[in-house]
Every structure is written in C-alpha cells, then in structure tokens.
C-alpha cells in the first residue's frame, strides 16, 4: 500500500484529500509553510502535520503537489530527488524553463511525473476524445470550447489576482482546453488570441484564443473570470467530416442535485455536469487513480510531462499574442519571445 503525502493544503488539496480516501492508499500526512493549515488537514483527514519538508519526504511514496504554481518547482525537484513518485496540479509552471527543469529532475531521478489535467478525465470530453478515437466523427476539423466562471481570488487569495504569478484566466482556465485540444488534434502549429490579459484588471479577466493545428484542424476556445459569483459554464463541440459532438454544462440533466460536504458545509459544490449520484465519475478521483495504476503496474499515463509542457508552451504563446495583437508561431516561439518567458 503506497504511503501518500499532500504538499500545500489550500482548496484542491481539500479533493485530493478526499479522493486519496477513497483509494487504497495510506494517507501519511501534508506539509505546508502554515503549519496551522497542515495540522487542520491532519486532524480533518487523518496523518501528520510534518513540520519540515525534509522529515514529510521521508515517510511517503508518492508526493501530491498541491501548492500554488509559483511553488511547483521547488517542490516537484525536492520529491524527485528525494526518489518520490510525483503528481502535480496544473500548469507545471508559470515559465517555460521551470517546467524543463522539473520534467529533467524528475527523468535523472527515474520517478514519474504526472500532472493533472483534469479535463481528460471528465466523462463528457473522455467520451468525446473515445468517439474521436473510434472514427465516430471521421476526421476532426473544428474544435470549440468554452469554459466561463468567476473570479477565483476570494477570500483574500491574492495568488489569482497577480497575473506575473498565475499568468491570468488563460493559464488557470483556458490551460485546461488548451491540453483537451491538442488531445483531440495533436500539435499546434499557431495560436491568436485576443484578451484582457494586460488591461490591468485581472478580476475580471477574459480570453479568446483560435488554434491551427498541424493536421489542419482549428480550435476555438473561450475562457473567462467576468462572469457573475457562483456561476461556472463549460461547452464543447467537436465537427469532423462524418459527424458532430456536442455538449453544454447549460442543458437540462438526467438528475440534478446539489449536497452538502459533510467535513465543510460552507464549501461550494463544484458542478461536472454530471449526476452527483455517480460517485465512481469523480474526475479528481479518476486522476489519481490513474497515477496511483501507473506507480504500481506501469500502465501507461494519460497525461505525459510533454503534454504538461506543451500546455503551458501554448499557453504562453496565447498570451504573447494577446500583447502584441499577432499570430503567434508555436515553433519559433521561444527563439522570437524568448525576453517574456522568464
């Protein structure tokens, strides 16, 4: 049985926790610089507040990187050298040369690196990848996704709010259709994107981005922190040249409903789009057991350290072009942006 550790207890780490729960796994403990936090999540979730990162190394298997982005990188390069399997939240890192260094720690220690694009493992765009696959839909031509909520900086999280860390609305939302379109498409060859990335209101910020792909492919994809408090949307339709798919988080379900968490009452209920009756159709759930297959029988991961990469590359991309109002090259990019990518 694999000896789990969280790193960083803010609000995802509060579903890892969870879904950890449900595995058959040993939850070991957490670490984060607020002691007070760590001890909370111990009493909450069972395991040890380690007091250093050092003493929380040494008694796990496998390291959950939840801090935020700006910490990835210490973090992962500690879990690595110290031997440790390695899963991490998305983006990889705020830069491109922080996400090198990580993915070539962890290959020189030989521990796996998976980072957790969620989106994959969501019923309706895991089914919509599978009827890709199957030849379903022939060959895919269009692409299109939206993915609108609100502000994430509440309660005093400035994190959100300071686009040189978090990198805006298109590298915490619109990452997420980034990775799910290049699943679906393969490379990108070009990204333009159009957004409020640089207007200075980071509150409030909101993202278009079209893609071409190698294969001819185009995306479109909509990303947005302007809407209402509470509100969250996703979409996606997929056109080949047999056939279409088609899905809105905005149609009427099956089932609908909404519970509270026993462990945190105040906490909101995310919406999958799916039936909440459904247990087994978590997504964070998924992920993690999927990483936990791979670290125990090998099996092959859905999400590589070059997918990771590759998200955050074009992510980048989307906004260099959103400042300078131009297509941006996925090819040249580091050699013609190089001076923003640090």
Request: aromatic share 8%.
């Amino acid at each position: 049985m694999k000896r789990i550790g969280i790193l960083g207890t803010g609000s995802i780490a509060r579903w890892h926790a969870r879904c950890w729960q449900r595995l058959p796994v040993e939850m070991v403990g957490y670490f984060d610089l607020n002691q007070a936090a760590a001890q909370g999540f111990a009493e909450q979730y069972g395991g040890t507040a380690f007091p250093t990162l050092d003493e929380f190394l040494d008694q796990v298997d496998l390291v959950d990187v939840c801090t935020p982005g700006t910490a990835h990188t210490e973090c992962v390069v500690a879990a690595a050298e110290a031997g440790k399997a390695v899963t991490c939240e998305k983006p990889l890192a705020r830069h491109l040369n922080e996400c090198t260094t990580m993915i070539d720690a962890c290959e020189k220690a030989g521990v796996p690196l998976f980072i957790a694009h969620v989106v994959r493992f969501f019923p309706q765009f895991a089914g919509a990848k599978a009827s890709i696959d199957s030849g379903a839909i022939g060959n895919p031509g269009v692409i299109r996704t939206v993915r609108n909520g609100s502000f994430p900086g509440g309660n005093g999280n400035t994190y959100y709010g300071d686009f040189r860390k978090s990198g805006g609305v298109i590298m915490d939302v619109g990452i997420h259709d980034i990775d799910f379109h290049r699943w679906c498409c393969g490379e990108v060859e070009r990204v333009f994107a159009r957004g409020l990335s640089h207007a200075g209101i980071d509150d409030r910020d909101h993202a278009l981005m079209v893609l071409r792909f190698e294969s001819g492919a185009i995306g479109h994809i909509e990303c947005s922190w302007a809407h209402p408090p509470g509100q969250f949307r996703t979409r996606l339709e997929i056109a080949g040249d047999e056939g279409l798919i088609e899905w809105d988080s905005a149609d009427r379900q099956a089932i609908v409903s909404a519970f509270r968490l026993e462990d945190d009452p105040k906490a909101p209920v995310p919406r999958n789009g799916e039936s909440p009756t459904s247990l087994d159709d978590d997504p964070y759930l998924k992920e993690l057991a999927h990483f936990l297959d791979h670290v125990e029988n090998g099996t092959p991961l859905l999400v590589t350290p070059h997918d990771a990469y590759m998200a955050v590359k074009v992510s980048l991309a989307a906004i260099e072009s959103v400042r300078i109002g131009q297509p941006v090259d996925i090819a040249s990019f580091e050699e013609n942006f190089g001076e923003h990518l640090q």
